[in-house]
């Protein structure tokens, strides 16, 4: 609750203390004859029913109901007959009311008409009664009544409009569950079952070897394939089951256990660290390890295991990676998806970084800056 709806029953109780008092010396309504602290109390007491008339409705009609036929004090009645219609939503409660405002508003006419004078003729009267009934009562209930079905219905709309979103989530989760189910079906279909008939068949090399280079290069084909099964076995996991147990992600720290593989193959790798190492942060650091593995990956792919030198530099606010092959004379012809860049682009740029791959110097360089996390 802000300070405006704090200080509005405040604001209104004020309100209806001058009314009322404005009411019994004449200046809003019939002066009274009773004695000036007896009419203050009144309107002390209207303007207190009125701060409290938003948690509970009945002390201000009481007290409309007291100051309207002993003194004729109207604006409790307004408070009152509001209040009535905002907060009584079922019938029997309004019809309740309403007969006794009635019976009170006859009442008062009869109180008037016997007093005399000035209240007489303008509250006594029955077409004055009438009209004073329908607007100081009647207007003020039928504005209640508004207002309670006028938040009623935005009470519907809100919650109808939780309920669509609810459910607009749900199938969109549904929908993604969905998806991830396909892929990963089409990833075990298709990717496991090669990757298993290459493992297979490096077993079958490694045993019937006529050499044993031969047998070591298929032995080290068949351990690369497990791992990758091993690895492809994980994401099918993930992708299989939103709460899936993850393990820890390679970081910088696996660095050199991935340029030995890429020695084992025959690559000539070159690591060079430069400045000081600095806290990065893990995010940033599976991505450094992601830029050196696909660059990797490319130059056992398209340059013909041509020397590579990889420069790892640490930053004051990050890192700098740069992976640059010699030129090589070799060419190998082999399937690509032509989305590793790419995605490798896209995911240094959702950490703030840039990555730039192009030629240079007759071989290919690849320079990634990521920013500490």
Request: hydrophobic fraction near 50%; include cysteine; glycine fraction near 10%.
């Amino acid at each position: 609750m802000n300070i405006l709806d704090r200080a509005l029953p405040w604001v209104l109780g004020g309100a209806v203390f001058l009314l009322c008092a404005g009411s019994a010396y004449g200046w809003a309504g019939v002066a009274t004859t009773l004695p000036a602290p007896v009419s203050l109390a009144v309107a002390a007491a209207a303007a207190a029913a009125a701060v409290v008339a938003r948690r509970s409705v009945w002390p201000v009609t009481v007290v409309a109901a007291v100051a309207y036929i002993w003194l004729a004090m109207w604006p409790p009645v307004v408070v009152a007959s509001y209040y009535a219609g905002l907060q009584l939503g079922r019938r029997r409660a309004l019809w309740l009311y309403a007969a006794g405002a009635s019976a009170v508003w006859a009442l008062g006419g009869v109180v008037s008409s016997l007093s005399g004078g000035h209240r007489a003729l303008a509250m006594g009267s029955s077409p004055n009664v009438l009209i004073l009934g329908g607007a100081l009562a009647g207007l003020p209930l039928v504005a209640g009544l508004w207002s309670h079905a006028r938040r009623q219905v935005l009470v519907a709309m809100r919650e109808q409009a939780e309920q669509l979103v609810r459910e607009q989530v749900l199938r969109a989760d549904q929908a993604r569950a969905q998806e991830r189910a396909r892929i990963a079906r089409e990833m075990h279909d298709v990717v496991a079952h090669r990757v298993s008939l290459m493992v297979l068949h490096a077993g079958a090399l490694e045993v019937g070897a006529p050499d044993e280079r031969t047998a070591r290069a298929a032995a080290l084909i068949g351990d690369v394939g497990r791992e990758a099964l091993s690895d492809l076995r994980e994401v099918l996991g993930v992708l299989r089951a939103r709460d899936a147990s993850r393990d820890p992600q390679p970081t910088l720290a696996d660095l050199d256990r991935l340029l030995a593989r890429s020695r084992a193959l025959g690559l000539v790798v070159n690591r060079r660290d430069e400045g000081p190492a600095r806290p990065i942060g893990q995010s940033a650091e599976r991505t450094a390890y992601r830029v050196v593995q696909e660059a990797l990956t490319n130059v056992h792919k398209h340059a013909g295991g041509a020397e590579t030198d990889v420069v790892v530099r640490h930053l004051p606010a990050g890192l700098e990676v740069v992976i640059r092959n010699a030129p090589s004379a070799a060419s190998r012809v082999l399937p690509k998806s032509g989305w590793g860049l790419v995605g490798l682009r896209e995911r240094v740029e959702l950490l703030g970084g840039t990555l730039e791959a192009g030629p240079c110097e007759g071989g290919f360089q690849v320079r990634a800056r990521i920013p500490a996390a």
